[in-house]
């Protein structure tokens, strides 16, 4: 089992920054992947970015390439997300995700373990 911890979200004006963290315990070695997906209220869950533990390749969304970087720290299992330029629309929940396998990391079935997620809203 691996147990994730989201912590960092908060509420921040539009143009402003924030970094979630993701602190990684249990069977950490059992992990490949890591990403961040966010869920609006009455939206589904998406996308947000992935790293792989072992190289730090990394993916981004769309929506959000440009203004987030996702990055690790081997050494303290936690992964993090620096969020620059917010946006309201980036307005969500935010999770942590691990997974075994480092590929598809853009589809939430790809993820073994999930946080209970931290709540970033951006006003306008």
């Known amino acids: 089992q691996v147990q994730l911890v989201e912590s960092g979200g908060g509420l921040v004006q539009a143009g402003g920054s924030l970094t979630l963290s993701c602190a990684a315990s249990?069977?950490?070695?059992?992990?490949?992947?890591m990403g961040w997906f966010r869920q609006a209220p009455g939206k589904e869950r998406e996308f947000v970015a992935a790293?792989?533990?072992?190289?730090?390749?990394?993916d981004y969304a769309g929506s959000v390439k440009g203004r987030f970087t996702i990055s690790r720290d081997n050494a303290k299992n936690t992964v993090y997300l620096q969020m620059n330029s917010l946006k309201p629309e980036d307005t969500a929940r935010y999770y942590c995700?691990?997974?075994?396998?480092?590929?598809?990391?853009?589809?939430?079935?790809?993820?073994?373990?999930w946080g209970q997620g931290t709540q970033v809203t951006v006003s306008s």
């Open positions: 995700a691990a997974a075994k396998s480092d590929y598809g990391l853009e589809y939430a079935s790809a993820y073994d373990y």
């Open positions: 249990g069977r950490t070695f059992s992990s490949s992947g």
């Open positions: 790293i792989r533990w072992s190289g730090g390749r990394t």
